[in-house]
């Protein structure tokens, strides 16, 4: 299973904690008659609240493990995704800090709550929902006619390893099939079909999975023609 997939799993049961979480307060704070007694609502709450916080620690620690192999590479989503989660974060520490020590600010809480749940649902969609709404249109997507690259430029392979060394080999395999962060790129282009969009083999596909990448590889826009003349020369012999 990929881990953006195990992520995007984790997150659904992270966003469903923090709406369980804020629909008990929801009820706590309601004037009205409830069936449920508080007490079983704050221990629900509390309850929650932790699965939360858990799955925020696992989740933002694959986030950040991705982060350190992708290096400066991430797209704008991404970036916008972290300064979220990062600001998610914040609120949270801070209301805990108020729940537990400094209780004058109570009545800031449920505001900050309110808060917190609103940018898990951002943090949420800017990539589970990005990652799940890809994948359903990468697969009604038409498979393209291969069209040959119209220059080509002559590849240095020995430039190319050593790119690939420092780009890509902290989430591909060069020298075997089975998958690391992202497939392995043996044989890759002497297959008919690329390993995760399913798109065919060739040139051009491969240069767009650099440029615009499918799904959740980050992308490498400042490679030069001849860098990537380099790498494609370098692929090739795989
Ligand atoms: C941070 C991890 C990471 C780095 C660095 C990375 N990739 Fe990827 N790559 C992936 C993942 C993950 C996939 C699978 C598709 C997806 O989920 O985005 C992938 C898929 C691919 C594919 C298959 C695309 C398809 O359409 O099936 C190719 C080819 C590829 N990468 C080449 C490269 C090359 C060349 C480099 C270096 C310049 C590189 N990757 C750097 C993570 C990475």
Redesign the pocket.
């Given at each position: 299973m990929?881990l953006?997939l195990i992520k995007s799993i984790l997150s659904t049961f992270f966003f469903l904690s923090g709406l369980i979480a804020l629909l008990c307060m929801f009820i706590l704070m309601g004037k009205t008659e409830r069936k449920i007694s508080s007490n079983l609502l704050r221990k629900l709450h509390k309850s929650s609240g932790f699965v939360f916080t858990a799955l925020l620690f696992v989740i933002s620690y694959i986030c950040i493990k991705?982060w350190a192999?992708?290096g400066d590479q991430l797209s704008t989503r991404a970036d916008l995704h972290a300064v979220l989660a990062l600001a998610l974060f914040i609120v949270f520490l801070l209301k805990i800090l108020i729940v537990r020590f400094f209780k004058q600010f109570l009545k800031f809480v449920p505001v900050m709550g309110m808060t917190v749940f609103a940018l898990s649902f951002i943090v949420f969609c800017t990539s589970a929902g990005f990652f799940f709404l890809r994948s359903l249109s990468a697969k009604s997507e038409t498979p393209e006619i291969s069209i040959p690259s119209q220059v080509k430029l002559q590849g240095n392979i020995e430039k190319g390893a050593a790119l690939?060394k420092s780009?890509?080999s902290?989430?591909?395999h060069a020298d075997k099939e089975e998958r690391k962060?992202?497939?392995g790129?043996k044989n890759?282009l002497k297959k008919e079909k690329?390993?995760?969009?399913g798109?065919p083999v060739n040139i051009e596909?491969?240069r767009r999975?650099?440029r615009t990448?499918?799904?959740?590889?980050?992308s490498?826009k400042s490679l030069s023609d001849r860098e990537l003349a380099d790498?494609l020369a370098y692929?090739e012999i795989l």
């Open positions: 990929s953006f991705y192999m992708a690939f780009l890509c902290s989430c591909h962060l992202g497939p790129l890759i690329l390993p995760s969009s798109r596909n491969i999975q650099l990448p499918f799904l959740t590889m980050p490498f790498l692929l």
